[in-house]
């Protein structure tokens, strides 16, 4: 997979995206996803990943939102380097890397805050 599979697949979700530079890191940032389930669900965040140019490209195993959705240091968070309004959530994508199952990713990890 290639991150502009994966752009391909938000676009195609209906989920709007721009590229977010911080130093030399890009960053891709979805806007206003939806939170299924959990303490948020029926809220949206934005949510950041960083987006590099490998191919094939494999995601880290950081997902980034705003705003907060837990208390920082707690539930594997930390701060981004997005900035103060910005939270990293560390959390392993194990399975096989497509658009899809990366996009699900996401949507689990905020579903289970």
Not at 1 to 11: C, P
Not at 53 to 63: L, T
Not at 81 to 97: H, K, N, V
Request: charged residues 20%; glycine residues 8%.
């Amino acid at each position: 997979m290639l991150v502009d599979d994966f752009e391909k697949h938000l676009s195609a979700s209906g989920l709007a995206f721009e590229p977010a530079a911080v130093g030399a890191a890009t960053y891709l940032v979805i806007k206003d996803v939806p939170v299924s389930g959990g303490t948020h669900a029926g809220k949206t965040c934005n949510v950041a990943i960083k987006r590099t140019i490998e191919n094939p490209w494999v995601p880290e195993s950081a997902v980034h939102v705003k705003p907060h959705l837990v208390p920082m240091g707690q539930v594997a968070s930390q701060g981004s380097p997005l900035g103060e309004e910005w939270q990293y959530l560390s959390r392993r994508f194990d399975r096989p890397p497509t658009p899809k199952s990366f996009l699900a990713h996401i949507f689990t990890v905020l579903a289970e805050l």
